[in-house]
């Protein structure tokens, strides 16, 4: 059963440019969630798929959006990348929206804004 | 707001230790729990996944404890390795907007 696909798994790009990230659930599961990891904050919820709705948002400027495609399949862009976009951006899916079963986790797409 | 804490940040322990990592949350109205390791520069890996109506679950060397009402999770290790060295992050799911919220983390280093 294959797992979760993040792609591209390395991104740079320049400030003031955007970007778009890519996550393939494990075949079955509708939920799809993005995290950003930084150093300083660790892990920070982004958003949450569910069905093609976004059902939560974190706490993130406008810049950062997503959707979710009909295959479940999601894609996060991220517009004016500034240098503090600089993180790892990880994907997780789940069966349902998580309250009986765990997140399986993406291996991430590391994004270098220079 | 729910809050994870983990502490300390770091660990160095001589293999063959058996040791235990501590999570705290504030709010006990949790769905589940979730352990993971991570390794650096790679995505999370789900050790053990603790539901709210259970006390702990096993796998092979490890044990994950949940206690709600006092809102700690342990993760056990027996008989470490240095293949068990990593960052150990737990996540708590309140369920009521679907998100996880995660500790900052535990960085195991464990010593030949």
């Known amino acids: 059963k294959a797992g979760v696909t993040q792609t591209p798994r390395y991104l740079i790009k320049t400030r003031g440019q955007q970007v778009t990230l890519s996550c393939s659930p494990i075949?079955?599961?509708?939920?799809v969630s993005w995290y950003q990891q930084t150093p300083g904050q660790g892990l920070q919820f982004l958003f949450e798929?569910?069905?093609?709705?976004?059902?939560n948002k974190g706490n993130f400027p406008g810049r950062f959006s997503g959707r979710q495609f009909s295959n479940s399949r999601s894609e996060m862009n991220v517009s004016t990348l500034e240098l503090g976009d600089s993180a790892l951006y990880l994907c997780a899916s789940s069966s349902d929206r998580g309250y009986g079963y765990g997140y399986t986790f993406g291996s991430g797409t590391r994004l270098t804004v220079v | 707001k729910q809050e994870v804490t983990q502490i300390p940040a770091a660990l160095s322990v001589p293999e063959g230790e058996n040791l235990v990592l501590n999570c705290s949350f504030t709010d006990s109205a949790i769905y589940n729990l979730q352990w993971f390791r991570q390794d650096p520069g790679k995505g999370l890996t789900s050790l053990l996944l603790i539901q709210s109506s259970q006390r702990e679950q096993t796998s092979g060397r490890l044990n994950a404890s949940l206690d709600k009402s006092s809102g700690r999770s342990t993760l056990y290790i027996a008989a470490s390795q240095p293949g068990d060295s990593a960052t150990y992050l737990c996540a708590v799911n309140t369920g009521a907007n679907s998100k996880l919220t995660f500790g900052k983390g535990i960085t195991l280093s464990v010593r030949p």
């Open positions: 075949s079955g599961h509708r939920s």
């Open positions: 798929y569910f069905s093609e709705t976004q059902r």
